[in-house]
């Protein structure tokens, strides 16, 4: 029986639970771990994967929202770089600081002169907590990114945010994992069909969607994070609420690597708002939009990557332009922005000043909570104050202090860094990885990376990369199929991974070692969820064959 079996199993059991969570992108993800950690106990679902919607399609940037101190959302900027601040401090392999590099155009609202002193307002705001803020002359800007077109240029500045080294689903799911590795009973692929309250309990009728099987999930509290679904979700269980949701859409594209250098550069874009050319790995992320959709349901247009492509054409000296031929992949979503129900349109306010704030709005006579807006930089807020308002709600927290996020100790890392030494571990690094292999392992598992150095101190086949043109070890992909939920290849190749990313469709498609790697993750039905992907099939060599059989022996 796999985890995601053994757990709806769990679900169908007609335990009562303090919480049910509706959601597993991020406000549901830190809400299940805070809660988890803090001696709740609690239920997660989700009818897709685990960050399989708006938590998926992100920038990657954990920033405080510097273009807020033009609207004058001073507290919101505070807070926000508050935040960055403690995620930089909790999660230091995985959340790092990173210079924004900004050019301005002559012409622009603001001169670059004035700009800087905003930036020095937003270094104060964060407590000076990085680096200071450098001014950034046309001639400057030219010598240290020749890559930069400045023959428009007024001049620049420089200041820091943070970046996900990883990609924001990833960094999703480990607040997913480490929740049930507190008790929490999480299952991706499980849709809420609507709930209704019966006395002093929530009764919400659930539904596999692998299978069609319907069951009950009984809970005294139950939590709304579904995103930007959630209006649709309260529509289904009767709740009123003061705050609703408007969308906007933003893409990214992937493309190859822009500049060697570790740094995101800043412009702004035709239509005013700030665009990004942002560092993944040997490739760069550029984008993005911000246009104002009815649905959450959204798709990349051709105007959208014409958008995108002719703004990046404009400000970088390329030897050959980006085309459509150059996009590795996209992402599209929506940012679900909070307004007040009776307002309904933002109040007035221009469209792309609306900020990323989140809002509870809480029905404590029914013990239901609705969690609207917010952003990866807010997640900690948000797991907090959930937390808060859940005791408030009668639901004893027996750990109340316990700081329930964070990367281990720092004595652990030290010891997992002393065992990876002595066993070499960096040896067994790919040509092709632009990090030791210790540090990555240690990013992306924590204490389950032990697990890792123990599998192939046992046996070093398992450290060889496993599908050729990734730099995924054969024993990660064996850790994931135990531990990670993963349902469909897209599961992995998408979330748990950033493969899809960065690596072209036909590539991975082609990669040797990908069938072996489907039946380690899904034995009988490699090939099944292989087509799914792909739409075609792909059959498992008798090499993988013999692999697959040693791997289960």
């Not at 079996?5 to 992108?25: C, H, M, P």
């Not at 299940?32 to 009818?47: F, P, R």
């Not at 050319?277 to 959709?293: A, E, K, L, S, Y």
Request: a neutral charge; glycine letters at 8%; aromatic letters at 10%.
């Amino acid at each position: 029986m796999t985890l995601r079996e053994s757990n709806i199993a769990k679900l169908r059991e007609g335990v009562v639970y303090d919480a049910l969570i509706i959601g597993g992108g991020i406000n549901g993800a830190v809400s299940a771990a805070a809660l988890s950690g803090k001696g709740a106990q609690v239920a997660l679902i989700d009818k897709r994967d685990f960050a399989g919607f708006t938590s998926q399609q992100s920038s990657n940037l954990a920033w405080g929202g510097i273009k807020y101190l033009e609207s004058g959302d001073y507290l919101l900027v505070r807070k926000l770089c508050l935040s960055r601040n403690e995620l930089i401090r909790s999660y230091p392999s995985r959340v790092k600081e990173i210079r924004f590099f900004a050019t301005i155009d002559r012409g622009f609202r603001f001169s670059p002169f004035f700009l800087w002193l905003g930036t020095w307002v937003y270094w104060l705001f964060g407590n000076g907590f990085t680096r200071i803020p450098r001014f950034l002359t046309k001639d400057r800007i030219h010598r240290e990114e020749p890559v930069v077109k400045t023959d428009k240029a007024a001049g620049g500045f420089e200041y820091s945010d943070a970046y996900l080294h990883d990609n924001d689903s990833r960094f999703v799911f480990q607040f997913v994992r480490s929740a049930m590795d507190r008790g929490c009973i999480a299952a991706n692929y499980v849709e809420s069909l609507g709930a209704r309250r019966d006395g002093e309990l929530w009764i919400t009728r659930a539904r596999d969607t692998r299978t069609g099987e319907t069951f009950e999930i009984r809970s005294k509290v139950l939590i709304n994070a579904a995103g930007p679904f959630v209006d649709d979700h309260n529509q289904l269980t009767g709740e009123q609420t003061e705050h609703q949701h408007l969308f906007s859409k933003g893409i990214h594209l992937i493309v190859p690597r822009i500049t060697p250098h570790q740094r995101i550069l800043t412009f702004f874009a035709d239509d005013g708002r700030l665009f990004f050319v942002i560092p993944m790995g040997v490739r760069t992320c550029i984008g993005t939009t911000d246009n104002r959709v009815d649905t959450p349901q959204t798709e990349v247009t051709e105007e959208d990557r014409d958008f995108v492509l002719e703004n990046i054409n404009k400000r970088v000296a390329l030897a050959v332009p980006l085309t459509r031929e150059d996009i590795i992949a996209e992402r599209c979503g929506v940012r679900p922005l909070v307004v007040k129900r009776q307002s309904g349109d933002g109040s007035g306010r221009d469209w792309m000043q609306l900020s990323r704030k989140h809002e509870i709005d809480v029905d404590r006579a029914r013990a239901h909570l609705s969690i609207f807006g917010g952003k990866l930089t807010d997640c900690v807020n948000v797991g907090n104050e959930v937390s808060r308002i859940v005791a408030g709600l009668g639901i004893a927290l027996p750990h109340a202090g316990y700081r329930w996020y964070g990367e281990p100790h720092r004595s652990v890392y030290e010891e997992y860094i002393h065992q990876a030494r002595l066993m070499n571990l960096d040896s067994y690094t790919s040509p092709e990885s632009i990090e030791p292999l210790s540090s990555r392992l240690w990013r992306r598992y924590d204490q389950q990376a032990f697990e890792l150095l123990a599998q192939i101190r046992e046996d070093p086949r398992r450290a060889e990369v496993l599908i050729k043109g990734t730099d995924y070890l054969r024993c990660e992909i064996q850790l994931a199929k135990r531990q990670e939920m993963i349902v469909t290849l897209e599961d992995f190749l998408r979330r748990r991974s950033k493969i899809a990313l960065v690596v072209p469709r036909r590539q991975i498609q082609e990669a040797d070692g990908l069938m072996e790697a489907c039946g380690i993750l899904f034995g009988e039905a490699a090939q099944a969820r292989y087509q799914e992907y792909f739409g075609e099939s792909r059959s498992v060599t008798r090499a993988q064959s013999r692999h697959l059989e040693s791997d289960a022996a």
